[in-house]
């Protein structure tokens, strides 16, 4: 089992589709990260690089220099429907897993 990879339109959907069935829909860990080049963001697995992204609104940011993990994002007051953020890596939010 892995953190979620998403490598397209469907592949959201079908996220955000499972996420409507959960009771928390704000914040979940997907697989994407760039602790190895800032703004190069790869798949935990299978390292490739991000070919789709559907990042929110001014994202990625970097905010405070250390958002090197990302997570998909339901917060409509934000205009967030299921777009991706990134964030530090310390942050306790749930997870999806694929296998």
Same mark, same amino acid.
Not at 15 to 42: C, E, H, M, P
């Given at each position: 089992? +892995? @953190?979620? $990879?998403?490598?397209?339109?469907? +592949?959201?959907?079908?996220?955000? =589709?499972? @996420?409507?069935?959960?009771?928390? &829909?704000?914040?979940?860990?997907?697989?994407?990260?760039? &602790? /190895? +080049? +800032?703004?190069?963001?790869?798949?935990?697995?299978?390292?490739?690089? *991000?070919?789709? $992204? =559907?990042?929110?609104?001014?994202?990625?940011?970097? /905010?405070?220099?250390?958002?090197?993990?990302? !997570?998909?994002? !339901?917060?409509? !007051? @934000?205009?967030?429907? *299921? $777009?991706?953020?990134? !964030?530090?890596? /310390?942050? &306790? *939010?749930? *997870?999806?897993?694929?296998?």
């Amino acid at each position: 089992m +892995k @953190l979620v $990879t998403i490598e397209s339109k469907a +592949k959201n959907d079908d996220v955000a =589709n499972f @996420l409507k069935t959960q009771r928390n &829909l704000y914040n979940y860990w997907i697989g994407g990260y760039d &602790l /190895a +080049k +800032k703004f190069s963001f790869t798949w935990i697995e299978p390292g490739s690089p *991000f070919e789709y $992204t =559907n990042w929110s609104a001014n994202e990625p940011n970097n /905010a405070n220099n250390n958002e090197d993990c990302v !997570h998909i994002v !339901h917060q409509p !007051h @934000l205009q967030q429907f *299921f $777009t991706w953020n990134d !964030h530090r890596c /310390a942050e &306790l *939010f749930d *997870f999806i897993c694929e296998i």
